[in-house]
């Protein structure tokens, strides 16, 4: 007699090293509910932003980036859980329709759980975090050499004021466009349409076009302005 295939999902370590898992089975959906944690929360990240993209993405892969971002919307749209459809969000995100243990699809599941981003709740249900904190040491250090020095500089800024913590975002972005050869009242006009204050966007602008760059020295990778690996033309 065949068995049905088994995903483990592992929630947090727990002492006995057991963790639960996730028996799929010949099952067509997996229920999702939101993962409340009141410690990390606070501390947390939205699932769609930057600083997901930015160093989330390069440890967890594409496909499990937008699968949680898939999950979120859903659980924005249903607050209290939903059911997903197994075969037809493979589809959905491009990972093909099997559901079988060395699948895409549930090797993006499973990579959620491996770094904690959702935890296994029963054999068909999982919990999603809404909310995603900063990465751990651990895993940052896994980072190519610029995203970690991207990372240090996000990591300090946390502890400077809003103010101005949307001084130097404005600035970094600023820089960028100045190095791409927009003059002071394009920038201007750009980090306004930003929804910078219009104080902010004046005095970033002028110190980006005052500031003399080396044209082979763009705005360093992994900041506010340009994604690792991109290069204004």
């Not at 295939?5 to 898992?21: G, H």
């Not at 410690?39 to 930057?50: E, I, N, Q």
């Not at 898939?70 to 559901?99: C, K, N, P, S």
Request: hydrophobic fraction near 40%; aromatic fraction near 6%; charged fraction near 25%.
């Amino acid at each position: 007699m065949s068995t049905s295939p088994v995903i483990s999902l592992p929630s947090r370590p727990v002492p006995d090293r057991r963790r639960p898992s996730i028996s799929l089975g010949s099952a067509e959906r997996l229920r999702i509910v939101g993962w409340i944690d009141p410690v990390a929360d606070p501390h947390g990240v939205h699932p769609c932003s930057r600083y997901v993209e930015l160093y989330w993405l390069p440890l967890i892969g594409p496909s499990t980036t937008w699968l949680l971002r898939r999950l979120f919307y859903g659980l924005e749209v249903h607050g209290d859980g939903f059911d997903l459809h197994l075969a037809e969000t493979a589809r959905a995100l491009g990972l093909g329709d099997r559901i079988g243990r060395n699948a895409p699809f549930r090797r993006a599941l499973s990579r959620l759980c491996i770094f904690e981003l959702a935890r296994a709740q029963g054999p068909t249900e999982l919990a999603v975090r809404t909310s995603i904190p900063p990465l751990a040491l651990r895993h940052a250090s896994r980072l190519p050499d610029p995203l970690q020095q991207s990372h240090r500089r996000w990591l300090a800024e946390q502890r400077l004021s809003e103010p101005e913590q949307m001084r130097r975002r404005a600035l970094r972005l600023a820089e960028g466009l100045a190095a791409a050869g927009h003059d002071r009242s394009t920038i201007e006009r750009t980090l306004f349409s930003w929804r910078f204050h219009p104080a902010v966007a004046h005095r970033a602008a002028g110190d980006a076009v005052g500031t003399v760059r080396d044209p082979g020295d763009p705005a360093q990778p992994g900041s506010a302005s340009w994604p690792a690996g991109v290069r204004p033309q």
